[in-house]
């Protein structure tokens, strides 16, 4: 495996989640049923009595069920089994992302967290702006940087400017994948600040 293979390879496990703790947990709870079905028929063919239900009585139950149950509640359950299904196939499907981003750099792998890109994009907007640090507020993710300014009230501030300055500073830091910058300037200026 060649060093720049072995970098890309650790970068995608530092900035994707394992779906292993999904998966374990629905292997389990399957097991689990399987296990208890399982018992059950071995106990309704040795003429036991059963743990919770047997086959023989969970079979026409679930036949007679639509004649019983209410449609509206029918619809709910099913609705519900549903969702959860959707769940877990997007579990199993979607990648999980790890709140960092990776910095490109020919020599080593650099991992950087959301929280530090948004310190430091909040202190390029602070400076641009002109502004105390009470005055920004930035939330960083995989996709995007909100910046938000409250500037002090009489004084305006450049948006684009503060935008092209934070942009700025991410380009020079390299992050892979470049987050979209936006910011939005506060209609109501702060007082005292």
Known sequence: MTADRRTRRLLRRETHSSRSLPSIVTATLVLVVLLWLFLETVLSVAG?????????MIGP?????PRQAPGAVLVVVGLLIALLGLLVLALAVLPGNRPRYAVADERSAIIVDYEVVASAASRVARTAAAVSVDQVHTWASRRSIEVQVHPT????????????????????????????????????GAVGV
């Not at 036991?48 to 023989?56: C, F, G, W, Y």
């Not at 139950?61 to 069920?65: E, F, H, I, M, S």
């Not at 684009?160 to 209609?187: H, N």
């Open 48 to 56: 036991a009595p059963p743990i919770l239900a047997s086959p023989v």
């Open 61 to 65: 139950w679930l036949v007679d069920l």
């Open 153 to 188: 009230s009489g004084l305006p501030v450049d948006d684009e400017a503060v935008r092209r300055a934070v942009v700025g500073e991410l380009d020079a830091a390299g992050l892979e994948p470049m987050p979209a910058v936006a910011v939005t300037v506060a209609t109501r």
